[in-house]
């Protein structure tokens, strides 16, 4: 069976890169829903700042085009032909698929207690997930983030005592601004580590913030050379979120909202909003990390957590977004059986959910028969079965930790906990 994997990756490459090459429309079709695209991710307001970039103007200058990072930008100026940009998201995307089969190899090799599931059957599902092939189709430049969390992660687990993880931290903090809620549970995760190595945990957590911080700090630099000198990327890239500048439809929670407020109200609730989408990240790693008997998938479970506390509470999800969040949830084969809703249920309201957006979204911009009620509501729909989704796994979490703390065979023994 592992040999079928090289296979299944080239299937995962030809599918990403012939289908939007034969089809060059959809990825602009795409592009114009608000499920793939917001003004912090979205493919076209990139190729327009690259347009200005080619044509001697800068697009950090001229008004508020972009808010990608002008690192992201440079790249994307060596990469005009849309076949290369096919084949750099097809490679993207592929990539992330490989890393997640190199996951899921060490948690097995971490956990012996536990079964997962083979290397085959997670490339074969992120090969063919739809949720993978639809944002590699969008060309969301959230894609590239997404390869870089998770390689984070994998270098995390190889070497807990590494700096690298850090530097990739920093480099997904700038892609993207929610990223550097995660320096919490790496250094927690390094900080157990060491203790268990009998090591000093003061000299590494230290030396964790300086790697962090230094690289956040070269970044910015080049950042800011890239942009002729000038610190409005800044505001542009981040700001823009923290500040919730741009109010569009889309499956967040904050867009509806901020509508209808008075604008007297609206720093107020803007900084309960962004509080919000921090305030989970320590309690779930001091729970879940923590503890003196934590392990590594523990470790990859409570980041996977606070993952998808932040993709539900951030000010501009997608669907790419969503895509990290149910790959990785792939990696927890052991939890399974203590779901209250099988995945399957899950996926499928998932889903339902996801296809009754756009004709929502459709109806109300397109038709002018709807409102904004009609796709709100589906919205919050789609984050209530993201939250339902993830306090089932962690009650299932907590049982399998009950069992496995008093050796209890739950094969053998008939036992049910009960939530107080």
């Not at 995390?156 to 995660?182: D, G, I």
């Amino acid at each position: 069976m592992p040999s079928l994997i090289p296979f299944i990756l080239i299937i995962s490459i030809l599918l990403r890169f012939i289908i939007p090459t034969l089809l060059p429309n959809l990825s602009q079709l795409l592009d114009q829903s608000p499920i793939f695209s917001t003004p912090i991710n979205s493919y076209r307001t990139l190729k327009e700042a690259v347009f200005l970039a080619t044509n001697s103007l800068n697009p950090y200058k001229q008004g508020e085009i972009i808010h990608h990072p002008p690192i992201l930008l440079e790249v994307f100026k060596h990469l005009q032909s849309p076949t290369l940009i096919n084949l750099f998201f097809a490679l993207v995307d592929t990539l992330f698929g490989l890393q997640l089969i190199k996951l899921n190899q060490q948690l097995s090799k971490k956990d012996s207690k536990h079964t997962y599931f083979p290397s085959y059957i997670i490339a074969a599902f992120y090969t063919f997930n739809p949720l993978a092939l639809l944002a590699t189709f969008a060309k969301s430049t959230y894609l590239i983030n997404n390869l870089v969390i998770i390689t984070l992660l994998n270098s995390l687990l190889s070497n807990p005592f590494s700096l690298f993880p850090y530097f990739l931290l920093a480099l997904s903090t700038s892609l993207t601004y929610y990223s550097w809620y995660f320096i919490v549970p790496l250094l927690a995760y390094s900080s157990r580590q060491a203790t268990n190595h009998h090591l000093p945990s003061s000299p590494i957590i230290v030396k964790g913030i300086i790697a962090f911080l230094s690289s956040l700090s070269l970044l910015t630099f080049i950042n800011y050379k890239l942009s002729a000198s000038s610190f409005n990327f800044i505001q542009l890239v981040y700001g823009t979120i923290v500040s919730f500048k741009k109010i569009t439809p889309n499956l967040g929670l904050w867009w509806y909202f901020f509508t209808e407020i008075f604008e007297f109200f609206s720093a107020f609730y803007t900084a309960i909003f962004n509080l919000y989408s921090f305030i989970f990240i320590v309690p779930m790693t001091m729970r879940f990390i923590g503890p003196s008997t934590s392990t590594t998938a523990d470790a990859l479970f409570a980041i996977w957590c606070e993952i998808g506390f932040v993709n539900f509470s951030r000010a501009y999800p997608t669907i790419t977004d969503l895509n990290l969040y149910f790959s990785l949830s792939m990696l927890f084969k052991p939890l399974y059986r203590k779901l209250k809703f099988p995945t399957a249920v899950s996926n499928l309201a998932m889903f339902t959910a996801l296809l009754l957006l756009p004709v929502f979204y459709y109806v109300w911009m397109g038709f002018n028969s709807g409102n904004a009620n009609f796709f709100y509501a589906m919205g919050l729909v789609h984050n209530l079965i993201q939250v339902l989704m993830l306090t089932d796994f962690i009650w299932s979490k907590l049982q399998i930790e009950y069992y496995d703390t008093h050796e209890i065979d739950i094969d053998k023994v008939n036992l049910k906990l009960t939530q107080i």
